[in-house]
């Protein structure tokens, strides 16, 4: 046992020995690679206090006029700017998302407004905002997109994609206009299905108002 022991101390007497040999060996890179981390760390912290937080506090506030011709409905100056303010394209240039995710949302639908829908199609999948009912509006209006180029099939999935984000009431215009492409693709059983979940779970809304005429428009054609 005595013999085990001592070969045991003798084992970690000579890791010791082989760390102090290192250490000696590179004490010196050793102290300049910490001393390096901690300037990289200070170049960070001084990077996002004195240039980055200012960047997008000034790109949020660039922000301000071009949302108040979206607000008024002047989608053009809204995206491309008035000669004096920026609009959401230059803003985007400029400083992307540190103007806040918002703006590729509100250049989709600017884009879309003006009948651009490739150029909508760009700036709305480029929107990764966590709020819901942005969420789904994003997808809402992509569908509309590519519901503008024909391509049916993919507005739809856009429009399903829309309507499952949240179970509220604006998921019943995503379902109605998922039945009015599924009408359109000639699907009247998954129209007709997308219109009476309308009925059942969203009667209180505009388009539960609205949806018997739906309903009964493709029962008359089975």
Known sequence: MAKNVNTSNE???EAVSRTEVF?????KTIGYTGAGLVVVAA?????????????????????FTA?????AEDYDKALNGDGNSL??????????AKAGKAVYLYAGICELQLGNAPEAIGYLTRYNGKDPVLKARALACTGDAYSMSEDYETALGYYL??????????????LLK????CEELGRYDEAL????????KYPQTYEGYEIDKYITRIEVKK
């Open 11 to 13: 084992t970690v007497g």
């Open 23 to 27: 250490f000696k060996k590179n004490g």
């Open 43 to 63: 170049i960070i912290v001084l990077f996002i206090q004195f240039y980055s937080k200012p960047m997008k506090d000034e790109a949020v506030g660039q922000t």
């Open 67 to 71: 949302e108040q011709y979206f607000r």
């Open 87 to 96: 609009g959401f394209i230059q803003i985007i240039d400029e400083y992307g």
């Open 161 to 174: 994609q829309a309507a499952a984000v949240e179970d509220n009431v604006f998921a019943a215009s995503y």
């Open 178 to 181: 998922a039945g009015i492409i």
């Open 193 to 200: 299905e997308h219109y009476r979940v309308i009925k059942d």
